[in-house]
């Protein structure tokens, strides 16, 4: 199965910039799609950003309304990184590697905590 660990959350200003890292190890071979999601206290976990890994969607993106323009996805063969520009208020959240294998099982990193103060 696959692990993932995330890393590179922290508190910063509004308008400034951040970069989530998510390490995955193990079945790396059976991901098929990858991608950020966040909660916050009281809300529901919603997804940030997705990108494909396999043919035939294969650096397919998706991304939250909220984030578009702002956040860039993106990977290499070990690491999926979410380049945070701008960040806002409304960004605070505990951010969640998401994998999902060829098989549908799912997986999910701890999180790391992102806060952007008012």
């Known amino acids: 199965q696959v692990q993932l660990v995330e890393s590179g959350g922290g508190l910063v200003q509004a308008g400034e910039s951040l970069t989530l890292t998510c390490s995955a190890s193990?079945?790396?071979?059976?991901?098929?799609?990858m991608g950020w999601y966040r909660q916050a206290p009281g809300k529901e976990r919603d997804l940030v950003a997705l990108?494909?890994?396999?043919?035939?969607?294969?650096?397919y993106t998706n991304y939250a309304d909220s984030v578009k323009g702002r956040f860039t996805i993106s990977r290499d063969n070990a690491n999926l990184y979410l380049q945070m520009n701008k960040l806002k208020p409304e960004d605070t959240a505990v951010y969640y590697c998401?994998?999902?294998?060829?098989?549908?099982?799912?997986?999910w990193g701890q999180g790391t905590q992102v806060t952007v103060p008012s």
């Open positions: 998401h994998a999902v294998e060829r098989d549908g099982t799912i997986k």
């Open positions: 193990g079945n790396i071979n059976s991901v098929r799609f």
């Open positions: 990108l494909g890994v396999r043919n035939p969607l294969t650096n």
